[in-house]
């Protein structure tokens, strides 16, 4: 299984971006797919996810209101647009799979079972 991440890049501070990721392999299997990211000096930290049973959506304090997470189940696709962006949001980010997550552990990155290697998003201020 491999998740490719792509749509990174330099912007400036305000502009929007948007986030690629493509799952595949044969053996993949998901009922979640989220965004993660991590930005020098700290911690992994949860953005995004969305269940694709209901097609429910969860974000992060901090990018609620500016980013949106979508995704097409039958292409093991998912996407993250992001708005209104600001230096804060710098980092690498990384997309995941979990073939069995329970919604309490969906802000838990060692809930997830598959991470693509994480495309840089830098926001020049």
Known sequence: VQL????GGLVQA?????????????DFRSNTMGWFRQAPGREREF???IRWSGGY?????????RFTISGEKGKN???????????????????????????????????YDYWGKGTLVTVSS
């Open 47 to 49: 953005v995004a996810a």
């Open 4 to 7: 490719q991440a792509s749509g």
């Open 77 to 111: 696709t998912v996407f993250l647009q992001m708005n209104s962006l600001s230096s804060e949001d710098t980092a690498v980010y990384y997309c995941a799979s979990a073939a069995g997550l329970i919604l309490s552990s969906i802000r838990r990155h060692s809930a």
């Open 14 to 26: 305000g502009d929007s971006l948007r986030l690629s990721c493509v799952a595949s392999g044969r």
């Open 57 to 65: 959506t969860y974000y992060a304090d901090s990018v609620k209101g």
